[in-house]
């Protein structure tokens, strides 16, 4: 029997049958070798864990080996950030002249690596609507597209990409960036997906402690995905690592818990009169109620409400928040609240926000730990206050 993934993520990342029971941090850069031969073969192999440390870590390693289990992948390569992790895959699988399918509603930074820094190595990107299943298949350009990149859930209106109909696709290799899910909600190797990328500075390290990200998947690619990573040095500290391991050993109560308070609070906002939009995977009104279901264990701690009053409302909401705090990122103990609109979009056009799926606003709440009571009172409070 195959223990459930709560349980997997105690027991998990314990290389070595260390008697310590909390993750061990090995800050050393590098480490004595034996002899010339077998330093030879640490210089000259992937993924060695014990020769230097941009080529890997124990404590690094202790925490690729968890996460690899937790997705049920071959192997895992962890890096300084999220974007460490995209970029990684990015730029060390392909090469110019390569295509790559991805889709309008993906993190900024996502959207800008495809955006700004592709087309300068003569990498070309097509955006689809990501929650087409077709889009993805009809934008393949057959021998030039390399990659297919997809978000799901999405930001920032938490659109789902059909996993099933998306690991299905032949020809390019297949990601998926999970940050929002992590392993506990959704598992995308599962449904033939190539490659998972989290930042694993949200959910999974859980307490805004860690800048972390991390590539899952074959020994095959993660090999070469780890030659690049050697020589772009974006490589995990192992202090975050330690931060992430111990996260990932609560995931399981947060993320439940996150959820259960999420979905309290998206019925909570349904009719209210200061709100014209819920969006929240777990709600029967959100557009891929059906898929969330089929897809997805838990649905997360993320909501995204569209405010009546529109750029006013928004501002005068997360200032007015007393619990919930103004701040980006995601998944930590607090909740978070933000308004992209005036702050991390605040410099594009209008029409340009509309495309990006960002209305006036438009909030996201990241639901923390918090009593339920007092959160929805925190959130009820504000929404009262952006009226006046
Ligand atoms: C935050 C985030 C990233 C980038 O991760 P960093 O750790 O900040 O580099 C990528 N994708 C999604 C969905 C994110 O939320």
Redesign the pocket.
Known sequence: MTDHLETRAILAGRPGGDADLAPVMHPSTTFELESVDEGRAMATSTGSTTFYSRYGNPSVAAFESAVADLEGAEAARAFA??????AAVVLGLCSTGDHIVTQNR??A??QMLFSAVCPRFGIEVTSVDGADPDAWEAAIRPGKTMLCVA?TP??PRLELVDLERFGAIAGPMCVV?S??ATPLAQRPLEHGVDLV??????AMSGHNDA???VVVGSRELLDWVWGFAVLQGANASPFDAVNGLRGLRTLGVRLTRQSATADRLAHELLGHGEVSEVLYPGLPSFPQAELAKRQMDLCGGLLTIELEGGLEAGRRFVESTRIARLAP??GGPETLVTHPASTTHVSLFPEEQVAAGIGPGTVRISVGLEHPDDLVADILAALDACRN
């Open positions: 950030s999220g974007m460490g992790a995209m993906l993190y930074g996502t978000e999405a930001n960036d940050t929002f990328v989290h930042s694993a500075t949200k800048s972390l990200g990122s995601l």
